[in-house]
């Protein structure tokens, strides 16, 4: 069955003494808790390594917040699956809407990231959402059921090991969150379209997070919709105290 989860999104935030220092946090008040969720942080590459050795991976597992389409070589401040995978970390944000936006990620992109991250044991957290206009016109199922179709010449085996993140770009680090019913809506429809091509076992397999200005004021009814299965955690995931009410939000 699909695992609850609680994934920090840290973003282009926090030097390395200070993201040390916010993991070592998470990973001791997470220990402190009995809790019914997999808590995940996804760093900076350049602290992936130091922040490895200050988890304990049955507390917290680690991500990186993208990774190359390519597999090595000359490839000039990229950073590949392979490398991601030997600092430790087990997990990779993919499809961000700040890459697809700020750096013209495409579909062919992320199929190809994809596959190098699944190809060297990762796990994609694989992210989609509308934007605004999306929303107002009325095309959001049809944007984001574009975004989920992109990955659909991965086999059934690797689509079951992905994450899927619904993150409408309204809502990221704007304030504005979507309504539970929003969230749910749109969730429900991300399965159906999984199911459509892979089945219903893939379908109910598969964890659909929800990110947009979640925070612990939200999350519990948010995450009480039953095809949320946990959150993609930006701003509040940058203190272990808020970041650790979203995680308790499943309690
Ligand atoms: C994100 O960027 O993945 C995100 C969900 O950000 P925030 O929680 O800050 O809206």
């Known amino acids: 069955m699909r695992k609850n ?67 090595k070589g000359a490839y000039t401040g990229e950073v590949s699956a392979a490398m991601v995978k030997s600092t430790g970390a087990t ?20 199929l190809a990231k994809t596959r190098q991250a699944l190809a060297n044991g990762l796990t994609p957290i694989f992210c989609v959402g509308e934007v605004l206009e999306d929303r107002e016109n009325g095309s959001y199922n049809d944007v984001v059921e574009g975004q989920v179709e992109a990955l659909f010449d991965l086999t059934a085996e690797d689509f079951g090991k992905l994450v899927i993140a619904y993150e409408p770009v309204w809502a990221i680090g704007t304030g504005k969150t979507a309504t539970a019913d929003q969230a749910q809506d749109m ?53 272990a105290d808020s970041f650790m009410g979203i995680i308790e939000a499943f309690n």
């Open 5 to 71: 989860i609680v994934a920090g999104n840290w973003k282009m935030n926090t030097t390395l003494d200070e993201g040390v220092e916010l993991a070592n946090e998470i990973n001791e008040k997470v220990k402190g808790i009995k809790r019914n969720c997999e808590v995940i942080i996804c760093v900076p590459f350049t602290h992936l390594t130091s922040v490895n050795a200050v988890i304990e991976s049955e507390n917290v597992a680690l991500g990186a917040e993208n990774c190359s389409e390519h597999d």
């Open 91 to 110: 997990h990779v944000i993919l499809g961000h809407s700040e890459r697809r936006q700020y750096f013209g990620e495409n579909n062919e992109q992320l």
């Open 187 to 239: 969730h429900a429809h991300i399965r159906k379209v999984i199911e459509g091509k892979y089945g219903k076992d893939v379908a109910d397999n598969t964890s659909i997070l929800y990110g947009g200005s979640c925070k612990p004021e939200n999350a519990k009814e948010i995450f009480s919709k039953p095809d949320v299965d946990g959150g993609l955690i930006g701003g509040a995931a940058l203190k």
